[in-house]
């Protein structure tokens, strides 16, 4: 067992405590008090917050910075996102997953949520110091590719957890993915990611079989209008009737009064999302409904970093109507993918005077993280006092 005081607790489920306790105890945070009834170490001018969660990530896309800046013509940008991944060699590949391992520690991301298209990044993220869950990608519109999906899908199902790394699946994209494969996803017991309402031409091409996609799918050879779902709603009331977690990424045109479970929560990629154009994202609109609204980066595809504090950060600047606490617990809910809030997964984040919400979105990022109980680096961190 080990206590903690800093110049602020951010427990982000009560209010802020000036020089606050958090006592940790191996991997879960036993309590926090709001005076010194033990020894504590002191980490000084920092506040200590619940870990950034990156719920919606492409690790193995990191080799894309800056490769394809997004426009509004989405399906035009997809197809170099597809080429890119065709002239990428496995060496490369673990590179780019070890490179988005590294960034996202740095940022001070202690849970992620990485869609992998080919299971890559189980391995590194199993041996890394990072909570993760792996959502292995499965597409497959014709009815043969669909059929060797759900080979993959029965293969990954298999999957037991290492260390702290959990597996789950991630059925494309309603434009990618045959009903019938995501009737199987929900079914197989595993938390589940899907990208859903991305985008318009994904609406019309869903209710009338029509747009940009038709195109777009002749051409990579996985047209079959057939296979697909009938609505977004569709999509999303077949992974509805399940317990574990489904995670809803970009859900930018999905409409905001569908019924959603409590397992339901919707990652909103604010820097991606403006990067494509789109209209005002409707989060609060979700959160006004009682759906869990949680921040992912999407890829370096699409974003400039891993980086869930600059999401913070922009959406401070351009929705400053939100209060900035309802920011940071949207950017540290790992109750979106099941992990409970009580595990010691904590960032030190050095502040000045005034508001600590407001000092954590303006500060440089972390100084410390501690996941599972343990500082990534030295233990306890260097030039603490240790008072009674
Ligand atoms: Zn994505």
């Given at each position: 067992m080990r206590s903690y005081t800093a110049r602020w607790?951010?427990?982000?489920?009560?209010?802020?405590?000036?020089?606050?306790?958090?006592?940790?105890?191996?991997?879960?945070?036993?309590?926090i008090e709001s005076y010194r009834s033990r020894p504590a170490d002191d980490l000084g001018d920092v506040a200590l917050l619940p870990g950034f969660v990156n719920a919606h990530t492409h690790l193995d896309l990191t080799g894309m910075?800056?490769?394809?800046?997004?426009?509004?013509?989405?399906?035009?940008?997809?197809?170099r996102v597809i080429g890119h991944r065709r002239t990428r060699s496995t060496e490369q590949i673990h590179a780019d997953i070890a490179a988005g391992i590294a960034q996202s520690l740095r940022f001070g991301t202690t849970l992620v949520g990485d869609i992998s298209a080919d299971g890559a990044s189980w391995d590194p993220l199993a041996a890394s110091p990072l909570?993760?869950?792996?959502?292995?990608?499965i597409l497959g519109l014709t009815?043969?590719?669909?059929?060797?999906?759900?080979?993959?899908?029965?293969a990954w199902i298999d999957k037991r957890p290492v260390g702290r790394c959990r597996p789950g699946i991630s059925p494309h994209a309603p434009y990618s993915v045959h009903v019938e494969l995501y009737r199987a996803a929900s079914a197989c017991g595993l938390p589940v990611c899907t990208h859903v309402a991305e985008s318009r031409d994904e609406l019309e091409l869903l209710a009338d079989h029509r747009g940009a996609f038709?195109?777009?799918?002749?051409?990579?050879?996985?047209?079959?209008?057939?296979?697909?779902?009938?609505?977004?709603?569709?999509?999303?009331?077949?992974?509805?009737?399940?317990?574990?977690?489904?995670?809803?990424?970009?859900?930018?045109?999905?409409?905001?009064?569908?019924?959603?479970?409590?397992?339901?929560?919707?990652?909103?990629?604010?820097r991606t999302h403006a990067a494509f154009g789109h209209p005002a994202h409707p989060f609060l609109d979700f959160q006004a409904r009682g759906v869990r609204v949680v921040l992912g980066t999407d890829s370096l595809a699409s974003n400039p970093d891993l980086d869930i504090l600059a999401e913070v950060r922009f959406l401070h600047q351009t929705r400053p109507e939100v209060p900035p606490e309802t920011l940071l617990r949207m950017a540290t809910d790992s109750e979106s993918l099941g992990v409970p809030r009580d595990r010691a997964d904590m960032v030190a984040?050095?502040?000045?005077?005034?508001?600590?919400?407001?000092?954590?979105?303006?500060?440089?990022?972390?100084?410390?993280?501690?996941?599972?109980?343990?500082?990534?680096?030295?233990?306890?961190?260097?030039?603490?006092?240790?008072?009674?």
């Open positions: 607790v951010l427990p982000l489920d009560r209010p802020p405590l000036a020089g606050g306790v958090l006592t940790v105890s191996d991997d879960r945070v036993i309590s910075a800056g490769l394809a800046p997004p426009s509004a013509d989405f399906t035009s940008w997809l197809q909570r993760a869950f792996v959502f292995r990608e009815t043969e590719r669909a059929k060797a999906a759900r080979a993959t899908l029965d038709v195109d777009f799918l002749k051409g990579v050879g996985g047209w079959n209008p057939e296979g697909l779902a009938s609505s977004v709603a569709h999509v999303v009331g077949l992974l509805a009737d399940r317990s574990a977690p489904v995670l809803l990424a970009h859900a930018n045109y999905l409409p905001f009064d569908i019924q959603l479970g409590a397992n339901v929560t919707v990652v909103y990629c604010p984040v050095p502040v000045r005077d005034g508001d600590p919400y407001e000092a954590v979105i303006h500060s440089v990022g972390p100084r410390r993280v501690m996941i599972g109980g343990k500082w990534l680096s030295d233990s306890p961190p260097q030039g603490i006092n240790v008072r009674a």
